[in-house]
Antibody, heavy 118, light 107 residues
Framework: QVQLVQSGAELKKPGSSVKVSCTAS????????INWVRQAPGQGLEWVGG????????NHAQKFQGRVTITADTSTSTSYMELSSLRSDDAAIYYC???????????WGQGTLVTVSS | DIQMTQSPSSVSASVGDRVTITCRAS??????LAWYQQKPGKAPKFLIH???TLQEGVPSRFRGSGSGTEFTLTISSLQPEDFATYYC?????????FGPGTKVEIK
């Protein structure tokens, strides 16, 4: 059974960075891409970006250009999403998700709440 | 980017009712569409892919249809556990985008 377990909630100040981890189990880590989707309070779902552990090339939504870094460590089956220059509108639950070959999100982590406040 | 819209934004219904949600894409996406169900405080659950293929374990009262730019999710007989928010997602091209969601509420 595939499981994605994320790191705990974070409280960050505006302008700082946050790094969220996601550890996968139950399936070979290098077979599927790991992506990140966020959800602001009371809002919808927004794709942030992702990486295929085998190929190592990340991609991300244009709005996060220059601020997001997504990596994968195959030795620990863990993906990381780091977002810098945090603003109040970055406050959200960040989900790691497994991306199928058809570009669907079939397994979701439990979510990591990122709060941005001075 | 492909924009996704959903209608209605919310619907009030009773147990046993038939509910239909529409999702539209700003350009043709073939059948590259998924549906997710999200309950309060939980991560979304993957229901349907390829516009009409149910994920394993999803009850047959859920039905997806459509292609091109217009898609529907129909719940044939609403059950208490179906009250949730439903999102569509296009899988045709990056950036992957979601509809704004449709909340199915208890009447």
């Amino acid at each position: 059974q595939v499981q994605l377990v994320q790191s705990g909630a974070e409280l960050k100040k505006p302008g700082s960075s946050v790094k969220v981890s996601c550890t996968a189990s139950g399936a070979p880590f290098s077979v599927y891409a790991i992506n990140w989707v966020r959800q602001a309070p009371g809002q919808g779902l927004e794709w942030v970006g992702g990486i295929h552990p085998k190929f190592g090339t990340p991609n991300h939504a244009q709005k996060f250009q220059g601020r997001v870094t997504i990596t994968a460590d195959t030795s620990t089956s863990t993906s990381y999403m780091e977002l810098s220059s945090l603003r109040s509108d970055d406050a959200a639950i960040y989900y790691c998700v497994r991306l199928t070959g058809g570009h669907y999100f079939d397994y979701w982590g439990q979510g990591t709440l990122v709060t941005v406040s001075s | 980017d492909i924009q996704m819209t959903q209608s209605p934004s919310s619907v009030s219904a009773s147990v046993g009712d038939r509910v239909t949600i529409t999702c539209r894409a700003s350009q043709a996406i073939g059948n590259w569409l998924a549906w997710y169900q999200q309950k309060p405080g939980k991560a979304p659950k993957f229901l349907i892919h390829g516009a009409s293929t149910l994920q394993e374990g999803v009850p047959s009262r859920f039905r997806g249809s459509g292609s091109g730019t217009e898609f529907t999710l129909t719940i044939s007989s609403l059950q208490p556990e179906d009250f949730a928010t439903y999102y569509c997602q296009q899988a045709n091209s990056f950036p992957l985008t979601f509809g704004p969601g449709t909340k199915v509420e208890i009447k």
